[in-house]
Structure formats: C-alpha cells, structure tokens
C-alpha cells in the first residue's frame, strides 16, 4: 500500500515524470532553483508569495537549494529529507516508494493506552530508528501500547532534544533516512503498537532558520514567547502560516501514518483568531485521517485550559483527546522526594490532598493563584471530564531533563517510595506513561545535550548555566561550573541507555515489577475504563499524608486505591473486593486489620457501589 500527503508547499512527483517545485517567499522578489549544484533556473512568480517550477529532469534523489536575490542559498522549509543537515540541500523524497503492509491497521481505542515516550538518539547504542526496530518486541512484552516518540524534525548538528528542529517535514538523517522511519512505524503497528509523535508549533530553533529572511510573516511580534517572536497565527498573511502546521500535522499522520501527535507547549501558540490555530488543527484531523482510524491528539499546556479537553455527547472529544497532566508528577515528586526548589513550591502545602484532587479531578490549579507564576490564577475547572483526558506520569524528558543533573526519579527517592507510585501510577484510571529507562531503574541520567555551532553553543551554555542560579545547590558559580556543557559531546553519549543492567539483580525486578502491574491493568482495569465518565470519585483522607479514592468504571464496578504516603502506620476500612495488587509491605494479616505502614498502596476491584 502507498501513502502521500499532497501539499501545496515542497515538492511534487509528477505523473509523466519530472518534479514540481514550490516554494513561499512572500519577501522577495525573485527565486532561482539550484537543483544537483547546476546553475540556478528562474521560478515562476505565482502572486500571493509563490514561485513554482516543473523540472522534467529532476526526480526522487534529486539534490536542491533555493536562491534569494542577494544570493543567499536556502533549503526548502517543507523538504522532506535533508541529508546534510539543515544548511545543506533538500532532497526530493517519493512517498511511493515505500510499500506499506499495515493496510488494516486503525490504531487502537485511547483507553488502552499505555505510553512509552522515548528520544530516538539515546534510547539505543546505534542511536537510530533501527535500534528502536529492535526493541519492539521488548516493549510488546513491557506492556504498552504506544509509543511516544521525541520529536524527529530535522535540527542542527549530531544531537538534540528535537525541540530545535528547523526543518519540520524532514525526518533528522541522523536517524535515518524517511523509510527508515516508516519500516519503523509499520513494524509497531505490525506487533499491535500505536505510535505517537511530539511536534513542536511554537517555535523554530535559533540555528538553521531561515524564514526570516524571506518569510518574515511566518512570526507576530505582537505575541513574544521565550523565544522570542510568535509563531504568526493570526496576523496579516496567517492564512498560509497556518496551513503550513496544519498541513505538517496530516503529513505525519497520512504519509507516515502515525496513531497521533503530541503539540508542545501550546501556551506559546499565541492566536487571538475566533477560531484557535488548536482547534482548526483538531478539526483539520478529525475531518481527515481520524475519519477512518484512531487518531489522538495529545496537548502539552502549562494553563490547565480544560477547553480543549471536551467530550461530546457521545463521549468523544472535541477536539484534543488528552493533555499531559503535570499537576499529577508534582504532586507526586513533592510527596516522595521533599523537593520544593522552582514549580515545587505550588504543591508543598498539602501534597496527598493535591494529588487526591489531581486523581479526582484531573487538574489540581482549576483557577487558583500560583505562587511560582507570581500569583497568576492558572486553569480551568475538570473535574467533569474522564480520566482519559489526562496523561500521568512520574517522569519525562521535561521533568528529568531540566533538573541541572538530570537525575532519574529512581535516583533520588528510595525503592518502597518508588514501588507506591510506580502502582498508582500503573492502576489509575489516566492513562500511564512511563519515560525509557524508568522501568528497569536506568542507571543513566537524561541531561539537556544539543550541537550549536560555536557561538551560540557557549551563549546556550551559560545560559543554562545560569538557570539554574536560584536554586539552593547552585547559588556558587563554582557549583554551576559542574553543570554539563549541553554541547560536549559526552553529555550526550552519557545519556545512552545500557541495556546489559538488565542483567542485575534490581534492574530485572524493578522491570519485572512494572510488567506486572501492565499485566494487572490490561486484565482487571482496561477493559472497564469504556463509557465510566468522570467515575464519579469519592475521596477520603486518613490522615496528612494519606488517601482513598474510589472510581466508578464503565461496567459499574468500582476501583479502589489506599495509600500512604506518611512516616506513621495509619488505620483504613477496607471494603470487600478483589485485591487487583499489593506493595511488597503488605501483606494477607496487615490487610485484614486495614494497617497500611509508611509508603503502602493497595487496589482492589469491587462489585457493589460504596455509596
């Protein structure tokens, strides 16, 4: 089977042969093609921007740059490969090519979702898109169920996060070329696993970008972001700005036939227009590719607007189908490490009720102040929407990555704490995801590592250097000096996973114990998650540290959680059930008498209602 998304940016395969180049240069005058280095040819001024060319010798392989007027050489903002990384040239890339053998996979329902997210680079020692190929079947036998992938458009140099991608329909060639990435896709979904991935719309990296010279109405200066104009949205000449991402996002979903999209940090997709560069973009994929499949929407938004999150009547969202629910990681860390440096300070007073709202209600801020946003309210009521609508995680590459040693959570709090949440985390109704290497204890931190030519590599090196300075263990310049360069490329490699761990002792339970609890989900809880609405929650609080929650699921059957988090044993009632798991601290006898010692949890299905 053939997938291609046609576009009216980049280039087309024409039928009778040759190539069709088009190119947005609303700020120029004239462009000239350089295709395979011969001389420059004149493309056709279309109005509006537009510059066109059909070449009857250029074909799938062909090599091109655009020329400006000055004679400034670009490559294509919509190439579909760049093999010499972003200053080098385009290459022409046809879709057919590439033989596809899922033609009857539909993704898969998002109340099975189980998420893996993982950064192609570090994940495996060959740091490619083949080296994920070789551990489908590990993660198979893990227990999840999609993958969520860091984001893969082409950045500069040999590593990066992804979140300095410039050239946003080319898969990066240090992955790999694109059918690299595609025998990837189809390979997971051959073993049953959706695959999900991170797009960034908010921002283009600072190296690479070259939009500003002859595009300058791809950014707004009326909205600023942390770097440094918006994105253009909803300003004179948005209309082709937003089909450029609209049409990016049904790239990835039809020509790679993706399961879904994760959107970066949409607080900083500035857009004043009636109709939200969000909510058209949802559309623009319900109406399309979600039309015949499963495709989801995941949305990462620091302000907690619950808008987005909305169900129909039928109970299918409006628009996005989840968001990642930082509320419920920081209540979390805040409970098992006592950390309260930066964004921890929100969650100090009264974690376990903080996390008791977030498993109730989804967000804990729903309008409240937030100390760590100099007082500002921060989002919007939840408490009706379906845990679905809420992605829990313990890590991720934000929450390990952007701490100044990237430390792992298993590095930091003790194995019973890490037993407690990684159970809550596993059970609850949300939807887990789990960061690579967390299920088996991974020895290797998840540093921030990136490869900037020499001037701005030193300018990003102090600057994170310099983040960091308001925190209480590195208030001394000579502590921050200790802080990786992001840049060297030993930064990087340290964050490699080593897989050989798998062999210890710690490492094997630690995965073993997290197979497991999937196992437990997949059996007793997924497939009562359809059709139970919020789960209408009942929330009870044992003491300072410690909770029970009690959901309602789609089958009438109720599903129970005792836990605490305190230093003293405390007293619960336990009502009749099924015990779904226990943490290794309790057992048959302190069940029975309902104590429930320092770092405990307990779940149980049950069959009548607990009114």
């Known amino acids: 089977m053939k997938r291609r998304h046609v576009m009216p940016f980049g280039t087309e395969i024409l039928e009778g042969g040759g190539v069709n180049f088009r190119f947005w240069a609303p700020a120029v005058t004239a462009v000239k093609l350089q295709l395979d280095k011969a001389q420059g040819m004149p493309m056709a001024a279309m109005g509006a921007g537009w510059f066109e060319l059909k070449v009857p010798a250029a074909c799938n392989g062909s090599r091109y740059h655009f020329e400006l007027p000055d004679g400034l050489i670009v490559p294509d903002p919509a190439s579909r490969f760049s093999p010499e990384d972003v200053h080098g040239p385009s290459e022409v890339i046809d879709p057919d090519t590439f033989d596809w053998s899922d033609d009857d996979w539909r993704g898969r329902p998002w109340e099975e979702a189980v998420i893996y997210e993982l950064h192609v680079g570090s994940f495996t020692s060959t740091g490619n898109f083949g080296g994920v190929m070789e551990r489908i079947d590990y993660l198979v036998d893990l227990g ?284 609850a109704p949300q939807p887990p995801m789990l960061f690579m290497g967390e299920e088996f204890a991974a020895e290797q931190p998840f540093l921030f590592f990136c490869d900037f030519g020499k001037e701005l590599a030193h300018s990003v090196t102090e600057s994170r250097r310099h983040e960091f300075s308001h925190f209480e263990p590195f208030t001394d310049a000579a502590e921050r000096e200790l802080i990786s360069d992001p840049n060297a490329i030993t930064t990087f490699t340290t964050c490699v996973l080593d897989w050989s761990v798998l062999e210890r002792a710690h490492h094997r339970s630690t995965l073993e114990l997290h197979q497991r609890l999937l196992w437990l989900r997949r059996q007793w809880i997924t497939p009562h998650l359809v059709g139970m609405g919020n789960g209408s929650p009942q929330l009870v609080f044992w003491s300072e540290h410690s909770l029970s929650v009690r959901w309602r699921l789609g089958s009438n059957r109720w599903l129970s959680l005792v836990a605490n988090f305190g230093e003293e044993d405390i007293k619960v009632e336990l009502l009749d059930g099924t015990l779904i798991f226990a943490t290794s601290n309790l057992n048959a006898t302190t069940l029975a008498t309902g104590r429930m010692p320092q770092y405990s949890a307990a779940w149980h299905l049950l069959l009548e209602s607990c009114q």
């Open 144 to 427: 999840v169920t999609a993958l969520e992938i860091m984001p893969v458009a082409d950045f500069p140099g040999r590593c990066n996060w992804g979140y300095d991608g410039v050239l946003l329909f080319a898969p990066d060639a240090v992955y790999g070329r694109p059918d690299d990435f595609k025998r990837l896709i189809d390979a997971a979904h051959d073993r049953g696993l959706m695959v999900l991935l991170d797009v960034v719309y908010n921002h283009f990296g600072p190296e690479g970008d070259y939009l500003h010279t002859y595009a300058p109405v791809f950014f707004n200066s009326t909205h600023v972001t942390p770097w440094g104009a918006a994105i253009n949205f909803d300003g004179e000449g948005s209309r082709t700005v937003r089909d450029f991402f609209i049409h990016n996002a049904l790239y990835w979903l039809e020509e790679y036939h993706l399961d879904g999209l994760r959107l970066d940090a949409i607080h900083n997709m500035h857009d004043d227009s009636s109709l939200n560069i969000v909510e058209e973009l949802a559309d623009a994929i319900k109406h399309g590719p979600g039309c015949e499949s499963n495709v989801h929407l995941i949305l990462e938004n620091d302000r907690n607007e619950a808008r987005y999150l909305g169900r129909d009547d039928a109970g299918k969202p409006r628009h996005a189908t989840a968001q990642w629910n930082d509320d419920f990681h920081h209540a979390m860390h805040v409970l098992t490490s006592n950390e309260i440096d930066g964004c921890y300070d929100d969650y100090t007073a009264h974690p376990a009720q903080l996390l008791g709202r977030c498993l109730t209600e989804g967000f804990i801020f729903q309008g409240e102040p937030s100390a760590f946003r100099n007082g500002a309210p921060r989002g919007e009521p939840s408490g009706h929407l379906p845990p679905a609508a809420f992605v829990n995680f313990l890590q991720t590459h934000d929450q390990v990555g952007n701490r100044a040693m990237g430390e792992r959570l298993c590095h930091i709090v003790s194995p019973a704490a890490q037993e407690v949440v990684t159970a809550i985390l596993l059970l």
